[in-house]
Nanobody
């Protein structure tokens, strides 16, 4: 069992930065890859980034490459999403999720656990 709690969302102007954090509890945290997704009203949850158990491999959707980074601290059971050069189209609720490592991390249906989400709003 893994519990996830996101934080760090807020309102920022275009071009600004935010750092999202996801705190995890549960003994099996290190057994999972972790991902960030985002969702806007009326749309499906969209993959943003993921990181493998060891933290050595990261993946990003094309629209955030070069602007977002993902990292994890297994000792503190934390995963972070650093978002730079934010654009209004990045506005969404951002969710942290945990997925078994042998599943495709960009597919939200593969995830076992989700946080409650944190709102990110980028004004133009």
């Amino acid at each position: 069992q893994v519990q996830l709690v996101e934080s760090g969302g807020g309102l920022v102007q275009a071009g600004g930065s935010l750092r999202l954090s996801c705190a995890a509890s549960g003994r099996t945290f290190n057994s999972y890859s972790l991902g960030w997704f985002r969702q806007t009203p009326g749309k499906e949850r969209e993959f943003v980034a993921s990181i493998r158990m060891s933290g050595g491999s990261t993946y990003f959707t094309d629209s955030v490459k070069g602007r977002f980074t993902i990292s994890r601290d297994n000792a503190k059971n934390m995963v972070h999403l650093q978002m730079n050069s934010l654009k209004p189209e990045d506005t969404a609720i951002y969710y942290c999720g945990a997925v078994k490592p042998y599943y495709i991390a960009s597919d939200s249906t593969n995830y076992d656990y989700w946080g409650q989400g944190t709102q990110v709003t980028v004004s133009s």
